[in-house]
């Protein structure tokens, strides 16, 4: 929602200024996208307000509020926490493949086309986990997920 002000003129020649709340992507792209679908402001803060104290009145629905904000936080991290578990798997057993390759090189019992071939495949899927552990590692950083008390 944006502010939109509008101004009009009565009949008396008295300016008239009214404020609203309107549909930002009315606003911004046109009608072709969304209707204005335009509130007045004051009635658009008298009922946040008056929901805001009928919460803080009923202690009981400050607290489903509270338990479904932290429900929603646990919810968004879980999967992610669990694909970084799976992704540090992959890239444990990546690794000691590499390193089973480069013995059996290092025994000549390894073609080297083969082994070239098979290593570079390796290494593109460890830089492909690689860059994906750190997404998941940058995003769970960013994310302070303490509950709310």
């Known amino acids: ?22 549909c930002g992507n009315f606003r911004s792209k046109g009608s072709a996208v969304c209707s204005a679908n335009s509130i007045r402001k004051d009635d658009a803060e008298r009922f946040v307000t008056d929901r805001i104290r009928e919460v803080l009145v009923k202690p009981h629905i400050l607290r489903g509020i509270v338990a479904s904000i932290n429900n929603r ?17 992959r890239i444990a057993n990546i690794e000691e493949k590499r390193k089973k390759y480069f013995d059996l090189y290092e025994m000549d019992d390894f073609d080297r086309e083969l082994f070239s071939g098979r290593m570079s495949e390796l290494d593109a899927e460890r830089d492909q986990l690689l860059t994906r552990r750190s997404e998941i590692e940058f995003e769970l950083s960013g994310d302070n997920s303490q509950t709310v008390s």
Request: aromatic share 6%.
């Open 1 to 22: 929602m944006t502010a939109s002000v509008t101004k009009n003129t009565a009949k008396d020649g008295s300016k008239i200024v009214r404020t609203y709340y309107s």
């Open 73 to 89: 936080k646990k919810n968004r991290i879980k999967p992610l926490q669990e694909e970084l578990e799976a992704i540090s798997e």
